[in-house]
């Protein structure tokens, strides 16, 4: 397949992709520019590792940062007056891709702080502090799917701003989600709002799950145990999707879409394979399916430019993901107990850590 045949990815499947990276060097090099154009790419997502990773050893940054570091005192707010103008380029360069899809796409998400993961009321407060600071209508601010997230998120969306909502890792999460966004889309109704300029996705992470799992499945031991490995994660969106299915194509949603309203699509997140037995491209291939999308690292879209296979490939395997969700509860797996409560710890704790570094680096140079 050549990189150019992902264009056609959401004509022929409804599946959009979209890049998880920013970097000025991507933005000065016009990167992103031609994987909008040749590869497809619909959007764009960032995180601290993300720009902990774009920041520090660049020389792109330097002027900016010793500007910022002169007019702002804290040194969160020189962070995010360093990146905002990453962000509004993104913004600006998938404008069109945003105005053609009439919002479907066309996004650049921003994470807030992981410090207030578990504040509702600061999770707000700043993400309506970031979409102001960025001032372009295709920012999406990024919440994470904690329980207080979760409820920032509803009332966010009751306010008319638009939300990924990261860090699931289980399809108890992606419910919870879907019911607070149809609150949501509820409330800012009856608050005169218009339902049609709000999006939401919810961001379903991948390979940590395989990851972990697969240690337990390890744990256990035996034939069917090595059987499930590799596995859990796939099942896991099949049964998020099937649920998508339910809430938004198969319930009373169409009154929310009469008013413009879109359904929260799911996001497969965290899609580059860790384990090098798995294929390259397993959270690609095996995720296409229509209204939904895949953020993809850059080797992960190179790889799958090089040798993947589109084809519909999710609503296919409905049965099959629920035989390993069941396979995965009989041997004492919980998705939705144990699994769900450490990938989410875990994945604060090291957006965190990220973000500490790189406030860190910021406050050294």
Not at 44 to 62: E, M, Q
Request: hydrophobic share 40%.
């Amino acid at each position: 397949m050549t990189a150019y045949a992902l264009t056609q990815l959401h004509e022929s499947q409804g599946q959009s992709l979209w890049l998880d990276n920013l970097s000025r060097k991507l933005l000065e090099d016009d990167g992103l520019p031609r994987l909008i154009a040749e590869y497809g790419i619909r959007g764009v997502t960032s995180n601290p590792s993300i720009f902990k990773k774009a920041i520090v050893g660049s020389d792109l940054y330097t002027d900016d940062l010793a500007e910022c570091k002169r007019r702002y005192d804290e040194i969160e707010s020189v962070y995010e007056h360093l990146v905002v103008n990453d962000i509004q380029r993104a913004c600006d360069l998938l404008r069109h891709v945003w105005d053609a899809s009439h919002g479907e796409d066309g996004w650049v998400s921003w994470e807030e702080s992981p410090g207030i993961a578990h504040d509702a009321a600061q999770s707000v407060d700043a993400a309506h502090h970031l979409r102001d600071l960025v001032d372009r209508p295709n920012v999406l601010i990024k919440v994470p799917g904690t329980i207080e997230g979760i409820e920032a998120f509803e009332r966010l969306i009751a306010e008319g701003v638009s939300v990924n909502v990261t860090l699931l890792f289980s399809l108890d999460q992606v419910k919870r989600v879907f019911a607070a966004y149809r609150r949501g889309l509820e409330q800012l109704e009856k608050s005169g709002g218009k339902p049609s300029e709000v999006r939401a996705v919810a961001s379903l992470f991948m390979s940590r799950v395989d990851t972990l799992v697969d240690k337990k499945l390890d744990a256990i031991g035996g034939e069917r145990a090595e059987s499930l490995k590799g596995r859990a994660a796939l099942a896991l969106a099949g049964m998020a999707y099937q649920h998508f299915r339910e809430v938004f194509e198969e319930s009373d949603f169409d009154r929310f879409e009469q008013l413009g309203a879109r359904p929260q699509y799911l996001l497969w997140a965290s899609t580059g394979t860790k384990n090098p037995a798995y294929s390259d491209v397993l959270y690609v291939e095996n995720l296409i399916a229509p209204r939904t999308i895949n953020t993809v690292p850059d080797a992960t879209l190179e790889a799958f430019a090089d040798h993947g296979k589109i084809a519909s490939t999710l609503k296919p395997r409905i049965d099959e993901d629920r035989e390993v969700w069941d396979a995965l509860a009989d041997l004492g797996i919980e998705m939705d107990g144990a699994v769900r409560d450490q990938l989410l710890d875990e994945g604060v704790d090291q957006f965190q850590a990220a973000f500490d570094d790189l406030l860190a680096a910021i406050e050294e140079s």
